[in-house]
DNA sequence: CGAATGATATACT
DNA sequence: GTATATCATTCGA
């Protein structure tokens, strides 16, 4: 808490508006810091989760199991999960205790510690599309699947509030992507972007 | 457009 | 316990 920014605690995390949760997070600035590296970048895609009523959710119908069972947690958890064998996909649990509802990160742009991300993704230098796509946002920023269920409360990745305020003009609304196998539940508006930085 | 790549869920023995 | 289908993706042709 030393800058001026603050950080999202238990109250945000379990709001139950999970839609417009995933909406209130761009802007945000997600933080990592272990193995002595910082960090930071600000989360200008997101995309709605929502629990048991969404067939895109792993946790659709109320199925528990032992890789969806941070979901049910509280909100303020992260919940990291591996696809295609390569990519951790990072996501935010949110809601109550016992509603598996979560915001997946898809999209930010560097803030702090580029050169790091850098070194992460084996490139020499950045491109505008570093952090687009959640596979390679996990990548940069250092998050492996087997940090799922850490508490985003903890001293190793959270999320701020800088004050980024994107107007609301700025804010895509779209279906959400890679889910076809959803049925009717892929069409549903539940991701966010954000067109530009400002 | 299609391959890479491995944990997980589900349905079997 | 073992087998097979499946996946919230990315990169290169």
Request: proline share 4%; charged share 25%.
């Given at each position: 808490?030393?800058?001026s920014?603050?950080?999202?605690?238990?109250s945000?995390?379990?709001?139950?508006?999970?839609?417009r949760?995933?909406?209130?997070l761009?802007g945000?600035?997600?933080?990592?810091?272990f193995?002595g590296?910082?960090t930071?970048a600000?989360?200008?895609?997101?995309?709605?989760y929502?629990?048991?009523?969404?067939?895109?959710?792993?946790?659709?119908?109320?199925?528990?199991?032992?890789?969806?069972?941070?979901?049910?947690?509280?909100?303020?958890?992260?919940?990291?999960?591996?696809c295609y064998?390569?990519?951790?996909l990072?996501?935010v649990?949110?809601?109550?205790?016992d509603?598996p509802?979560?915001?997946?990160?898809r999209?930010?742009?560097?803030?702090?510690?580029?050169?790091?991300?850098?070194?992460?993704?084996?490139?020499?230098?950045?491109?505008?599309?570093?952090?687009?796509?959640?596979?390679?946002?996990?990548k940069?920023?250092?998050?492996?699947?087997?940090?799922t269920g850490v508490?985003?409360?903890?001293?190793?990745?959270?999320?701020?509030?800088?004050?980024?305020?994107?107007?609301?003009?700025?804010i895509?609304?779209?279906?959400?992507?890679?889910?076809?196998?959803?049925?009717?539940?892929?069409?549903l508006?539940?991701?966010?972007?954000?067109?530009k930085?400002?």
């Amino acid at each position: 808490m030393a800058t001026s920014g603050k950080k999202l605690d238990t109250s945000f995390y379990t709001r139950t508006d999970v839609v417009r949760l995933s909406r209130a997070l761009l802007g945000k600035v997600l933080c990592t810091h272990f193995d002595g590296k910082r960090t930071e970048a600000v989360i200008t895609e997101t995309e709605a989760y929502a629990g048991v009523n969404d067939k895109a959710s792993h946790a659709y119908g109320g199925r528990r199991t032992s890789r969806t069972e941070v979901m049910y947690w509280e909100g303020g958890h992260a919940y990291i999960y591996l696809c295609y064998g390569m990519y951790s996909l990072f996501n935010v649990v949110t809601n109550v205790k016992d509603v598996p509802h979560a915001v997946l990160i898809r999209g930010a742009v560097p803030l702090t510690g580029l050169e790091v991300m850098l070194e992460r993704m084996k490139k020499s230098k950045a491109t505008p599309n570093l952090l687009t796509g959640p596979g390679k946002l996990s990548k940069a920023l250092g998050l492996h699947y087997s940090f799922t269920g850490v508490s985003l409360l903890g001293d190793r990745v959270w999320m701020e509030d800088r004050g980024i305020k994107i107007p609301a003009k700025a804010i895509a609304v779209t279906p959400r992507i890679g889910i076809d196998y959803a049925g009717e539940d892929a069409a549903l508006p539940y991701r966010f972007v954000v067109a530009k930085i400002t």
